[in-house]
């Protein structure tokens, strides 16, 4: 189920997603550390330096992985963070010919320089309150990681994808882990995601087995699921029984030449040391691995994001044209229950966040608060892809950069809104549904953060 992008929540919508169409600024901000240096084409000093500090960290735990020399290279190399679409397309176009239009970051060989477009594309207000969103320092993460091997690893161009991805997308979890960015892997949204995608390969008989991972051979898989698998079998291996095992092909991949036929004798090597029968072992050890993972959040499987942790908090960021959408896998015992915290809803193109109740396949309740204006309830009818509008409540004491205490009560068949104690609005539900997993969201082009959020049975 998803939230489509192009679809207004009512009257809830406040204005038009056109300012990522706006030229770069001129200036640039630069920041030069031990390993890398950050160049944003957009003034942000503050910006830039959390830039840096998430690429200089990943120096000593890829160079750790990869065997690369710890003191880091003779010049720092170069990350580029764009501000827009439009100039990440320009200098993609101008590096690469375009290859990576459609990643919106990637890291380049030749030039030892990646490039990166800051991510959930947000205002300026947005940026200036968090200073650069987690799902940004996760890509700026992954591409500094591929550079730290392409100096480790002369092959690298030529790895299986459980190899660069797999290694890539492990020194981004521990790097993010070590910067104290991430609650974990089952706690943070876009990680938590990644398991229930595996999850779901899993109960459709669909995962590939560790012979199809390591020869790259996944079936039809899309994107989002290749991502997922490559990451968490590298993870299995790196922290299960397997690991001295693992890290002996992890050594075996440095000394290895590289050319065509890299990945086929990376193989032998796997073969070599465990045979079928221990490859079989793999299997079983893997699905074990998985099966013992707890995953808290529900971001789904088409990447509705974002919802990012920050401390105790946790902040929405939505894509300018579609919602962020992150349910709790868990559901609620009963139909009458209570949703309780504080928002703040920042400014931009569009003031919405939204608590959602009621997942089910049929669809799911949303209960939308937006600044300046007031609460709207609607019904998404998932099979028909409508939205039902149930009632609403203007209140003028939510207000568009103030934390606005909440609550949502569901009971006695309708929904109770209310914010800072003010007398709740009233919406009749008509019998619907209210048992399911529940979630935070923000509609296309919001922006905002929820403090201390209970669900109260």
Known sequence: ??????????????????????????????KTGKFFRVVCDFENDRTAALALEAADATWPIAAKLFGSPDAGPEKPFDVHLFRTQAAYEKAD???????????????????MSAYVLLQPQCSDDALATIGLPLLTRRLLVHEAAHLVGYTALPNYDSQPNWLSDG??????EETLTALGLSPGLEKEPESSTDILRAFDLLDRKQLPGARDIFRDEFKGLGFYERHAVTGLFFRSLKTGKQRP???????????????????DRLFQSVETTWGAEGLAVLDAEFVAFLRARTPEWD???????????????????????SNAVAWRTESTKGTEFSITGELEIWPGPNRQLNVLLARAEPG???????????VTVFHYHAKEERWEKLGTERMSNLDT?????????VRDDRIDDSVEGKKPARIPLGGRETKGPWGLGAYAGSAGRWSSVRLRE
Not at 5 to 10: E, H, I, K, Q, T
Not at 96 to 104: C, R
Not at 167 to 172: D, F, N, S, V, Y
Request: aromatic fraction near 12%; glycine fraction near 12%.
């Open 167 to 172: 290694a890539a997308a492990w020194i981004e």
């Open 245 to 263: 095992a693992f890290d002996s092909i992890l050594a075996e991949a440095r000394r290895l030449g590289g050319g065509g036929t890299y990945a």
């Open 299 to 321: 971001q789904g499987v088409h990447g509705l994001r974002s919802l990012e942790p920050a401390g105790k908090d946790w902040i929405s960021i939505a894509f300018p044209e």
């Open 401 to 409: 950069g103030k934390k606005t205490g909440f609550r949502v009560d």
């Open 93 to 111: 176009a101008e590096v690469s010919g375009g290859k990576f239009k459609k990643n919106l970051c990637f890291a380049h060989p030749k030039t």
């Open 364 to 374: 799911f309740l949303v209960v939308a608060f937006v600044a300046d204006y007031g």
């Open 1 to 30: 189920m998803v939230i489509p992008a192009v679809r207004r929540f009512g009257s809830a919508v406040l204005a038009p997603l056109g300012f990522l169409l706006a030229a770069p600024a001129a200036a640039a901000t630069t």
